[in-house]
């Protein structure tokens, strides 16, 4: 096959990994970082092809832990779906009171709905909980550390001045 130029385009050595070697966590979790990728790479049409996939991935994982959870949510903001985030984002603090992903979840939803004393009140709740929830080092905070700290930071401008942080 010859490309618009002429010439032949190089052929990858690599095939298509084999997805059915992967155990449905591997095989959503890939999926979630090609969708990410694509995103941050302003690739949103490619992004929005694998989103629904990745959502679907998810739906078939047997049981849902505040990772996956974590992972459906951040999917479902890139999609534009904040009630879908909101909903994760309860689901995990249901099952881990003051986890971080919760309050990050929430922060982003009401973002996206223009509601800014919300998604403050998020952000907030992030820095009251964020010291004692690091030190349990849960395995989540560890894969998610760039996330957490990109956050932390965010959290820090966005309540600058804000008489109730760290009650």
């Known amino acids: 096959m010859r490309d618009a130029s002429g010439s032949t385009p190089p052929v990858s050595r690599l095939g298509p990994p084999d997805i059915s070697q992967m155990s449905p966590e591997e095989r ?30 998810y739906a078939m994982l047997p049981a849902l832990d505040v990772d996956a959870r974590y992972h459906i949510g951040v999917l479902d903001l890139t999609g534009g779906d904040e009630t879908g985030a909101l909903a994760q984002a309860d689901s995990i603090n249901h099952a881990v ?54 956050f932390h930071e965010q959290a820090i401008r966005a309540t600058a001045g804000n008489p109730r942080r760290g009650r």
């Open 28 to 57: 959503a979790t890939r999926l979630y970082n090609r969708v990410l990728t694509l995103h941050s790479e302003g690739k949103a049409d490619s992004a929005g092809f694998f989103l629904p996939m990745a959502l679907q991935a």
């Open 97 to 150: 009171p003051n986890h971080l992903f919760a309050s990050m979840l929430r922060a982003r939803a009401l973002e996206l709905r223009r509601d800014a004393p919300g998604a403050r009140q998020a952000y907030d709740n992030f820095l009251r909980h964020e010291a004692a929830e690091r030190a349990r080092k849960r395995p989540e905070y560890a894969e998610h550390e760039t996330n957490l700290n990109t």
